[in-house]
């Protein structure tokens, strides 16, 4: 790089800087920086195009156009050539502007004489803000040495308006994070929540910009650099050798040592830019690139530069160390995503989590549910627009998140959580009542539960016991497989906090979505109906005998329930009833206690088994409907893609029908049987299910109030004769019947 052009860079920037410490108005600063920028650039003119809102710019400062055409002219993203570079985030230099592909003559600018134009994106961290664009009568392209100064003034004027220096009177912004945004993603988990964001990874903000000693900043640059080399090869030490983790802290090693990252950086820091300032510039140009990537590899490397250079930022800075003690008293933890280890750490404190990316069945959901957090996912840009400490509302039934919200949305939430409080004291009020309909019909409530932290709401929510303990998720959230006696202890801790409670221990469910981060991952072209569950548990049945094992010795001579999940025919089950029975012989000769009533269940979540043998259906002690699995094979519809999963109903005459023909099986041969698939949890389908003849029903702690209070109140052989009615007359959708006939009843429902 020339040094004159260097140096001219340094100067503008150092102008730049000045003109930031100013006092002056927003529209002020805009105008003087279009000016600098030109004179140093020795362009006629400079222009800055920002968004007014996500699909519009508006020309806000000029130097050379028409003064007249400010805050007039607009125009649409991916309009003309500056619409362009806002479009695609890229570079447009032409020479010959007005043949250039896409140019659009706007009059009121008078911008027809100026034949070259230079135009850079304006924006921070993956974020577009705008567009920076200078015009010469002459006509010739700019040097790439011009084109990196240009850009170098767009980062500046990014972290700028970030600083919220163009805010104002008469000013060309609104002040940013100040606004009420209303973002939609989906839910994770249901429920609503208010209070303050805390940024699981608190944004840096960096103030100085701008500096006058490139020797210096490029010696913190190496130093932070050198820093940041140590910490990541001390992850690397203890981490383990095979892991996921070791791959990702592979690719951060490799570009902390990478040279070409860093020569970048330098160059940014001798073009006039602060060490950080250098750091950031690169990472909004790899954030930007994110967006563009098809290939999933290539995305994920950028993930790790975009962490990395978080990382350094924090070092650079100092800033981002925030502990646990700094947290609100109402936290809504906000990330781009999380683990599931992380986010047990945080536990029950947490009132709410949004996540940018995530999906309903990943592991953090998986932890929110236990935890039941509401929880949004894909909210886009939540990461962007919220601050540490702004006031958050957190609607996880509709999977809306109001982030600042004004007067009108925060009562008429406050309004919704304060109903949904009152219910709440209606369910707790019935909390020790059995639970029996109007005419007179028991049906146990059981609650699904997988972690420690859930075992507290056997009380609480007046669950009759668990009908579903995950066991899974003790292998989720941990980094390395537990050994036996880690589970022996848990297992045994459950037993006792249920007190003598039936609770039922589904062996490990794992593969499809279910992944654990420590074992090898297979490379399936279908997980769903691939190697899971007990598939993995009879192929390489040692972790599925440590298992069996632990939950015998768990209970010491108690009663214990056990099932296996996933099974889809006869022999899968007299199988993994054939393991059942080596362990237990094989435990007794070791002279531990045997339970004193072992039942032995399967889950019946493939159609295919509702289809199995008599033999089976007497055989088998238990069965527990996995609704969640079962839907999506009875309608091939994945249950993991939003596209589908809720396109087709539960209360479908055709499912109901084949749930009702499991009914009439289990009740042939005395099988008990039970429905632990979310839908357990939905009054109305858990209604539906009760009138087509379930008695006993699993849920999530939280839904057993409104699943109670609802079957109390309903006649179950009126519910069944309307269902069987409409059926007869070929009527498909059961869910209408019954929601008319609880309208018809005198239920409030919509
Ligand atoms: C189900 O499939 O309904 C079920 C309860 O199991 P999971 O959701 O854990 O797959
Ligand atoms: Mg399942």
Request: charged content about 25%; proline content about 4%; some cysteine.
């Amino acid at each position: 790089m020339a040094d004159g052009l260097e140096s001219e860079s340094r100067k503008l920037l150092g102008r730049l800087r000045d003109t930031m410490a100013e006092q002056a108005a927003g529209q002020e600063r805009l105008d003087k920086i279009t000016h600098l920028t030109a004179d140093s650039m020795g362009t006629e003119v400079c222009s800055i195009y920002l968004f007014r809102d996500t699909e519009t710019l508006e020309l806000c400062a000029t130097q050379g156009l028409n003064p007249e055409a400010v805050h007039e002219t607009r125009m649409k993203l991916g309009e003309g050539l500056v619409g362009r570079v806002a479009r695609t985030g890229k570079t447009v230099n032409a020479a010959d502007a007005p043949s250039a592909p896409g140019f659009r003559y706007m009059p009121e600018t008078g911008e027809e004489i100026y034949s070259s134009f230079l135009g850079v994106p304006i924006q921070r961290l993956g974020e577009k803000l705008g567009v920076l664009v200078v015009q010469s009568k002459q006509a010739r392209e700019f040097s790439a040495d011009e084109v990196y100064a240009l850009e170098v003034v767009a980062m500046v004027l990014a972290e700028m308006t970030e600083l919220g220096a163009f805010v104002g009177e008469g000013a060309a912004l609104s002040a940013r994070h100040t606004q009420p945004v209303m973002l939609r993603g989906s839910t994770g988990q249901e429920g609503t929540a208010m209070g303050s964001v805390w940024l699981h990874e608190p944004r840096v903000v960096v103030t100085n910009l701008v500096a006058d000693d490139p020797e210096k900043e490029r010696e913190r640059l190496r130093k932070a650099v050198d820093d940041l080399r140590i910490s990541v090869d001390q992850m690397l030490a203890g981490a383990n050798s095979d892991g996921e983790e070791v791959q990702v802290l592979e690719a951060y090693r490799m570009f902390a040592n990478s040279k070409g990252w860093m020569r970048r950086m330098e160059e940014d820091i001798d073009r006039g830019l602060s060490a950080e300032a250098a750091v950031e510039k690169e990472q909004s140009q790899a954030r930007a690139r994110m967006s563009q990537v098809a290939d999933a590899y290539l995305r994920e490397r950028l993930h790790d530069l975009d962490d990395l250079s978080n990382r350094l930022l924090r070092i650079l800075t100092g800033q981002g160390r925030e502990t646990g003690s700094d947290m609100p008293g109402d936290p809504i933890l906000i990330a781009r995503n999380i683990g599931p280890g992380e986010l047990l750490e945080y536990g029950r404190s947490l009132k709410g989590i949004v996540l940018e990316e995530g999906s309903v069945g990943s592991h953090a959901a998986i932890v929110a549910r236990a935890l039941a957090i509401p929880l949004v996912i894909h909210a886009n840009r939540i990461t962007n627009e919220a601050l540490n400490g702004d006031h958050i509302m957190v609607d996880g039934d509709q999977g809306i998140v109001h982030l600042r919200p004004d007067d009108t949305v925060a009562t008429a939430f406050r309004d919704k959580m304060a109903m949904q409080a009152e219910a709440q004291e209606r369910y707790a009020s019935i909390r020790d009542t059995a639970c029996v309909t109007k005419d007179g019909q028991r049906i146990e409530l059981h609650m699904n539960a997988g972690l420690m932290a859930d075992l507290p709401s056997l009380e609480s929510s007046g669950a009759e016991g668990v009908g579903l303990f995950r066991t899974e998720l003790q292998f989720l959230v941990r980094n390395q497989m537990p050994r036996r006696t880690e589970l022996a202890n848990i297992y045994a801790r459950v037993l006792d906090a249920a007190k003598g409670k039936r609770v039922v221990f589904r062996t490990l469910d794992i593969g499809s979505d279910k992944v654990l981060p420590y074992m090898k991952p297979q490379d399936e072209p279908n997980p769903a109906l691939g190697w899971r569950a007990i598939r993995v548990g009879l192929d390489k049945p040692g972790v599925l005998r440590m298992q069996l094992q632990a939950l015998i010795r768990a209970a010491n001579g108690r009663p214990l329930s056990i099932m296996f999940p996933f099974v889809a025919e006869d022999s899968e089950f007299a199988d993994a009833r054939a393991e059942m029975d080596k362990v237990l012989a094989r435990e007794e000769r070791l002279g531990h206690p045997v339970p004193s009533r072992l039942e032995v269940g399967a889950m019946l979540e493939t159609p295919s088994l509702a289809f199995a043998s008599k033999r089976f259906f007497s055989e088998v002690e238990f069965l527990s409907i996995g609704g969640n699995d079962l839907k999506q094979f009875f309608y091939a519809a994945d249950r993991e893609n939003e596209r589908v999963r809720r396109r087709y109903d539960t209360l479908n005459a055709s499912f109901l029908n084949f749930l009702e023909g499991i009914v009439g099986r289990c009740t042939v041969s005395g099988t008990r049987l039970s429905f632990c698939g979310e839908d357990a949890g939905r009054p109305v389908e858990a209604l539906c299910l009760a009138a087509i003849g379930f008695r006993t029903l699993s849920m999530r702690p939280a839904s057993i109030g409104p699943v109670k209070s609802i079957l109390m109140k309903t006649d179950l052989g009126e519910v069944r004769k309307a269902l069987h009615a409409a059926r007869d007359l070929g009527e498909q959708n059961m869910r209408g019947v019954v929601m008319e006939h609880l309208r018809n009843n005198g239920w409030a429902v919509t």
